[in-house]
Nanobody, 126 residues
Framework: VQLQASGGGSVQAGGSLRLSCAAP????????MGWFRQAPGKEREFVAA????????NYGDSVKGRFTIFRDSAKNMVDLQMNSLKPEDTAMYYC????????????????????WGQGTLVTVSS
């Protein structure tokens, strides 16, 4: 497993969680990084992405204004701060990477994601 996701857990609606994804430097450097999620019985959904240089961020419509993505080049990690969580945010969250990408097209067909983490479960109760 090249990408290691962590930080999932259970929280009540309105609460916050912070997910982290660690990557080897050879993957992290020069790659857009980000997150998708998948709830039981539903299709995979784009959550957030950040460009290889950290200058561009992109969010799925359902999380805009509540989630923030960061990348720490010193630690080769990308974090997802999730605030104002809702029960519909309950899902397995997966981090992924795209070599040379900006993240602006994530969620659209045709994007080649190079590596995937093992997933971390987020459960939000009402």
């Amino acid at each position: 497993v090249q990408l290691q996701a962590s930080g999932g857990g259970s929280v009540q609606a309105g609460g916050s969680l912070r997910l982290s994804c660690a990557a080897p430097g050879s993957i992290f450097s020069g790659s857009a990084m980000g997150w998708f999620r998948q709830a039981p019985g539903k299709e995979r959904e784009f959550v957030a992405a950040i460009s290889w240089n950290g200058r561009i961020t992109n969010y799925g419509d359902s999380v805009k204004g509540r989630f923030t993505i960061f990348r720490d080049s010193a630690k080769n990690m990308v974090d997802l701060q999730m605030n104002s969580l809702k029960p519909e945010d309950t899902a397995m969250y997966y981090c992924t990477s795209e070599r040379g990408g900006s993240g602006v097209d994530w969620g659209r067909p045709g994007i080649k994601y190079d590596y995937w983490g093992q997933g971390t479960l987020v459960t939000v109760s009402s």
